[in-house]
């Protein structure tokens, strides 16, 4: 008799994949590891470094993505990783960032504005992969602010506080109010801007480069001053679109988080 496992013997065809395709699973692991390595720093009182490692995330978090679609190597365990990353990158490391920077002295309140930020970033990423699965899923635009500009604008008093002062915290309960405020802002259901399908003229890339380098080299000079500014932006942005555009509710039930 042959020594050769018979067809029925359940074993599955083993698959190759080249080292390559795994590229945007590792920014994705290397972007959790950023936002727990900010947590520590945080705890460490290194804030600016804290603060950093959020902001690579961000970026490594904006690249995963579009490097799987590239790499032709996109997955369901990939989408399931990038997720969970993005609840602790964007809704468990920036709230204890700002816990740790503000909010210790409040006690309570102060960690009830934490928990309510936290469940709304979860509440947010679980819309948006529901969203993700509509064929009809609009991707001009978000339906809340996304997870990683909620990550950017709730620490937007520490911004504030490093660009304008010694960095020291003032009005705490004022950074509470605002850690909900920004919760809030993530699970609403008014259209904010994307800028994943933004367009510009070819004749405009130069301009737009020497933009990129502006706003680079304001962030390496001034870091604090130019988060703040945009935070600001995005902030004008919103309201901009909230006035120009209606609010859009689905009628899908499974849209609903």
Sequence with gaps: MSDLPSPQSGRRPRKKLHIVQLIPNFMTVAALCAGLTGVRFAIEGRFGLAVALIIAAAVMDGLD???????????????????????????????????????????????????????????????????????????????????????????????????????????TWLVALWMACVGALMVGRFRTPSFKRATIYAENVSFVLLAFVGVVAALLTYPWITLALVDCAYLVALAYTFIKKPRKISEDPQNEA
Aim: hydrophobic share 50%.
């Design 65 to 171: 993505g579009r490097l799987a679609r590239f790499l032709k190597s996109e997955s369901d365990m990939g989408a399931e990783l990038d997720s969970l990353c993005d609840l602790v990158n964007f809704g468990v490391a920036p709230a204890l960032i700002t816990y740790l920077w503000a909010l210790q002295g409040m006690r309570a309140e102060g960690w009830i504005a934490c928990l309510i930020y936290a469940v709304a970033c979860l509440l947010r990423l679980a819309r948006f992969n529901i969203g993700n699965r509509q064929p009809d899923n609009d991707s001009n635009s978000f339906q809340g602010v996304p997870s990683p500009a909620g990550a950017l604008l709730v620490m937007l008093p520490m911004f504030l506080a490093f660009a304008l002062g010694d960095g020291q915290p003032h009005a």
